[in-house]
């Protein structure tokens, strides 16, 4: 079946960077389009960025020019190199992968900035 594993979350200084990772398995991830999501406490879930399966990305404008998403499909791994952390990036980041008109969630990672 489709697996989604998140690592590299973790606590950081506020202007710090963290590298999120991606493992996906059960999957043809080639063909799918990848996105990161976050949720804070409190708070819904929101869509961070998007890199689709040509490799186009899309990003949402809190995160511009801050976080940088990637893919390795020969891996199967997708990435979020996350610079510049601010407070209000803390959160429990997911990765999506779409295939078919289907989502699959992984099960997140903690990502706390301290100020």
């Known amino acids: 079946q489709v697996q989604l594993v998140e690592s590299g979350g973790g606590l950081v200084q506020a202007g710090g960077s963290l590298r999120l990772s991606c493992a996906a398995s059960?999957?043809?991830?080639?063909?799918?389009?990848m996105a990161w999501y976050r949720q804070a406490p409190g708070k819904q879930r929101e869509w961070v960025t998007t890199?689709?399966?040509?490799?186009?990305?899309h990003y949402a404008d809190s995160v511009k020019g801050r976080f940088t998403v990637s893919r390795d499909n020969a891996k199967n791994m997708g990435y979020l190199q996350m610079n510049s952390l601010k407070s209000e990036d803390t959160a429990v980041y997911y990765c999506?992968?779409?295939?078919?008109?289907?989502?699959?969630w992984g099960q997140g990672t903690q990502v706390t900035v301290s100020s």
């Open positions: 059960g999957i043809m991830f080639r063909m799918s389009d």
């Open positions: 999506q992968v779409i295939m078919n008109f289907r989502d699959y």
């Open positions: 890199i689709t399966s040509a490799g186009n990305t």
